[in-house]
């Protein structure tokens, strides 16, 4: 219990008056003369009184009053769409939406909100080490359930009911290892051991110490394609918070060869 208080507080600062902030938070901010888009670290506030703030070194640069909330959502995805309202506009991009791009599949938390009965959005980038906290802070501090987007959804919906893959494709190897390694970085795995007709790869445990899953590609010729096999390997330290992501990979892997 100990070791989690400190896990806890490792990310979740407590302010006065009983707000909660986190740190590890990033979104896109308007920098210089001409306003560009860059994303930064920012501070997320859930305040006491129910509301939102995002500061910027501390500087406020997003505040959302509780009764302004109309809706919280959480998404597990590669990209998310972005409204930013003021922030958009201050960059004077108009209302148009701006795509948030990154190499990996990132944590999404999506505030909706209104100003004079106009819908915004404000979408924030979470970190894998505390974004179950920030949901928890959101729902307590809001009292709004915070919904489960249905294209992302977590690590539980994504590899919910994942088996190891043995099948044959009709893929020639080389185009199944091109696509299988783009699958791999797509499920946030970072590639370790490569070797003719093998791939791994390596994720972490979100918010835990020790190693995650290690995903194991491999493939061999068989007629005109490709015989693959994808296969999770947990370990023992933590195998009980650990998913399989063995079908995840394939089907992603799939989808590229079919693309």
Request: glycine share 8%.
């Amino acid at each position: 219990m100990r070791r989690l208080l400190i896990l806890v507080l490792a990310f979740v600062w407590t302010l006065p008056a009983e707000d909660v902030a986190f740190q590890k938070v990033r979104m896109l901010v308007p920098e210089g003369k001409k306003g560009r888009l860059v994303e930064r670290q920012v501070d997320l506030v859930f305040t006491d009184g129910g509301g939102v703030r995002v500061l910027r070194k501390g500087a406020e640069i997003k505040s959302v009053p509780a009764a302004n909330i109309d809706k919280i959502s959480y998404d597990f995805a590669k990209r998310h769409r972005v409204a930013e309202g003021a922030i958009v506009m201050a960059a004077s991009l108009g209302a148009g939406a701006v795509t948030m791009l990154t190499k990996t599949t990132s944590h999404w938390l999506a505030v909706e909100y209104h100003e004079a009965n106009e819908p915004k959005l404000l979408t924030l980038r979470l970190d894998k080490s505390d974004y179950r906290a920030v949901i928890s802070a959101a729902e307590a501090r809001t009292g709004k359930k915070v919904e489960i987007a249905t294209q992302g959804g977590g690590p539980e919906r994504v590899t919910k009911g994942s088996t190891n893959v043995d099948q044959v494709v009709a893929f020639p190897v080389e185009k199944v290892e091109a696509a299988a390694r783009k699958a791999m970085e797509a499920n946030s795995c970072t590639i370790g051991k490569q070797e003719p007709g093998l791939l791994d790869c390596n994720r972490p445990v979100d918010g835990e110490i020790y190693k995650g899953e290690k995903v194991v590609v491999t493939f061999t010729p068989e007629g005109a394609g490709t015989h693959v096999r994808v296969e999770t390997r947990k370990g023992v330290m933590g195998r009980a918070m650990k998913k399989n992501w063995s079908k995840p990979v394939f089907d992603e892997m799939m989808r590229l060869l079919a693309s």
